[in-house]
């Protein structure tokens, strides 16, 4: 893998992806019962979920400043460590106070390493050859990614079912974030440019928050585009947060009886990438308009969501759960494309900052809000106020129009 080729480069970016992603992977299928087997309950994950939402969001918008400023490897270390740190503290803690500590360390991570990875991908390759093409290592990341998070979770559910333990899988996730972290600085043989400084990046962040305000509140499509995402946070969150102990007393079992967690989770995250790829497909077969993929796939995912809440048998319930994460993959590029249909260059980086910033405020309102409604109405309740909001917001996508580029003056 010689660093000085772009075929070097890119496999190096493969062999850093798919060591990102396994240790969440590992993890991903017992993150909800980790800290309910040290006796918390779904009200205080979800306190455990918002402080993660809150923290990644407060540092989404001065992220890529942070790597200009001190270097995109240095960045993806501190965030590795960071992790390593928030999986220690998975392992060891026994009350909400630790739990929240070790969330609030993993939202870090995540905000930290959301772009320096492909960035230094692009730039590298770009400065090797400028006539490069890079949409194939694009591509064949996000396929990496997908795979090392689906033998992770396949991993990570049979851990514990073999183990009668979820210690074995925190351990393994431990390991293989050290695997990561060592891999970096010797995979990543360049840093990448360093424009600003540190100082400067934070100062730019209440600018930028401050023009998607205004852009939010002036321009209606904008707007609704912006609540659509929330609604779609409160959606995502409600079934994260509550189909790891939905699906275990399903089973009738014990929450180490994780072994069809880890195979239900890898299934979801393959089906959303199939979604993904269907997605030019269902804009073709609505007549070509994608605000009516849009509406079309937001309307699927409430009704997957509602048959998720309505299931009473394992399959039925599985089912629905891989249905769900299938029609999210096949409705976000569509989203993604109105929202670039409706803003213009000058401002599109700050509008995607805050449709990003939009996702985890609903996710915060979910966190705070469905656990409790599922601690006193059930789960089943708590799932069908989401999937009633999730079937609502698929109206603002017919609501908008069909072009309007809107600039920042």
Do not use: C
């Amino acid at each position: 893998m010689n660093p000085n080729t772009t075929t070097g480069v890119r496999n190096r970016f493969l062999i850093l992806v798919a060591l990102r992603w396994l240790p969440v992977g590992l993890v991903a299928p017992i993150l909800v019962l980790i800290p309910r087997s040290k006796g918390l309950s779904l009200s205080e994950i979800g306190v455990m979920f918002a402080i993660y939402g809150l923290t990644t969001a407060a540092l989404e918008l001065p992220t890529g400043g942070l790597a200009d400023a001190l270097g995109r490897r240095t960045i993806l270390i501190v965030s590795a460590v960071l992790t390593l740190v928030f999986t220690v503290l998975l392992l060891v803690a026994d009350t909400m106070v630790g739990f929240g500590v070790a969330t609030f360390f993993g939202g870090m991570s995540r905000a930290l390493d959301s772009g320096p990875l492909e960035a230094w991908f692009v730039d590298r390759t770009r400065e090797l050859d400028p006539d490069a093409g890079i949409r194939g290592g694009l591509s064949a990341g996000g396929t990496i990614d997908g795979i090392a998070l689906a033998l992770g979770a396949i991993a990570g559910g049979l851990i514990p079912a073999m183990s009668g333990s979820l210690g074995p899988a925190i351990v393994t996730s431990l390991i293989a974030g050290v695997v990561y972290l060592i891999a970096i600085p010797l995979l990543m043989t360049a840093d990448g440019p360093r424009d600003q400084t540190f100082t400067a990046t934070f100062a730019e962040v209440p600018a930028v928050v401050g023009s998607g305000i205004r852009l939010g509140f002036r321009h209606r499509p904008i707007r609704l585009l912006l609540l659509a995402s929330a609604a779609l946070g409160i959606g995502l969150s409600s079934v994260e947060l509550l189909w790891q102990p939905h699906f275990i007393a399903l089973g009738g079992g014990a929450d180490t009886d994780t072994g069809p967690l880890g195979f239900i989770l890898a299934s979801g995250f393959a089906l959303a990438g199939l979604g993904s790829a269907l997605a030019p497909r269902l804009t073709k077969w609505v007549g070509g308009d994608p605000r009516h993929a849009a509406f079309t796939a937001r309307l699927l995912i409430g009704v997957m969501l509602a048959g998720l809440a309505s299931a009473t048998g394992f399959g039925v319930a599985v089912a629905a759960f891989v249905g769900f994460y299938f029609m999210n993959g096949l409705g976000f590029p569509v989203e993604n494309e109105l929202l670039h249909d409706q803003v213009s260059a000058n401002v599109r980086t700050t509008v995607l900052s805050i449709k990003s910033l939009s996702l985890q405020a609903g996710g915060l309102v979910a966190s705070l809000t469905i656990a409790r409604l599922a601690e006193a109405a059930g789960i089943s309740t708590a799932w069908w106020v989401a999937a009633s909001v999730l079937a609502l917001s698929s109206i603002a996508f017919l609501r908008l129009p069909t072009h309007a580029l809107v600039r920042e003056h």
